[in-house]
């Protein structure tokens, strides 16, 4: 089974609302990363969080993580029509395996 | 900079039939990933390559698949026979190697995939 599991499945809001997912895993983890995916694209990196951080930002993007609770979470503010999209956790061990969780599909209305 | 290139975009085949997927990565990037995504889920890791030598394999359906990387740069997977179940989208991914703790981690760059269907 994946190690990361994003919660909830899927999340709708309006535009210009915050939205906030979030991932957890089960093993010790040297870094967490969370990725987007646009319908029938690839995956693209967004921000990378280390065991050692609790938290970190980027832009609109705020990423936290408590290691205690194996757990994270993303949160985006001012949300946009266009953040509309998969979101993926991705946990990663000392050893270098990537293991990515079933997402949540975020659905921003206008 | 060039990003991770992948053929064909899209593959249909009857089941039993042989098929091949095609990734170049971002140049000098080591580390190459071969993922498998069914609709509706995250990718799920096939294998994993440090330059020419398989990191991880653990997930990938030796009876069926196999992976190579000649000389550390592109990779080729192939499954033989397919089945339904195979239908999904293939992905390839790179990344600069980096041990626990250095700067960079090992954010990884997708490639658009390979739609497979396998009818």
């Known amino acids: 089974s994946q190690q990361g599991e994003e919660d909830p499945q899927a999340l709708s809001i309006q535009e210009g609302e915050n939205a906030t997912m979030n991932c957890s895993y089960k093993?010790?983890?040297?870094?967490l990363q969370w990725y987007r995916q646009n319908s029938g694209r690839g995956l693209v990196h967004l921000i990378l969080?280390?065991?050692?951080?609790r938290e970190k930002h980027s832009g609109r993007l705020r990423v936290t993580l408590d290691t205690s609770k194996k757990s994270s979470s993303l949160l985006i503010t001012a949300s946009r029509a266009a953040d509309t999209a998969s979101y993926f956790c991705?946990?990663?061990?000392?050893?270098?395996?990537?293991?990515f969780g079933d997402g949540t599909t975020l659905t921003v209305k206008p | 900079e060039a990003g991770v290139a992948q053929s064909p975009r899209y593959k249909i085949i009857e089941k039993r039939q042989s098929v091949a997927f095609w990734c170049n990565p971002i140049s000098g990037h080591a580390t190459l990933y071969w993922y498998q995504q069914i609709l509706g889920q995250g990718p799920k890791l096939l294998i994993q390559?440090?330059?020419?030598?398989?990191?991880?394999d653990s997930q990938l359906p030796k009876d069926r698949f196999s992976a190579e990387r000649l000389k550390g740069v592109d990779s080729t997977l192939k499954i033989q026979p397919a089945k339904l179940e195979d239908s999904a989208v293939y992905l390839c991914a790179s990344s600069l190697f980096s041990p626990e703790g250095l700067a960079g981690g090992n954010e990884q760059f997708f490639g658009p995939g390979t739609r497979l269907t396998v009818l």
């Open positions: 390559f440090q330059n020419n030598g398989v990191v991880d």
């Open positions: 969080i280390r065991s050692n951080e």
């Open positions: 991705a946990t990663n061990t000392n050893a270098g395996k990537s293991t």
């Open positions: 093993t010790s983890i040297n870094n």
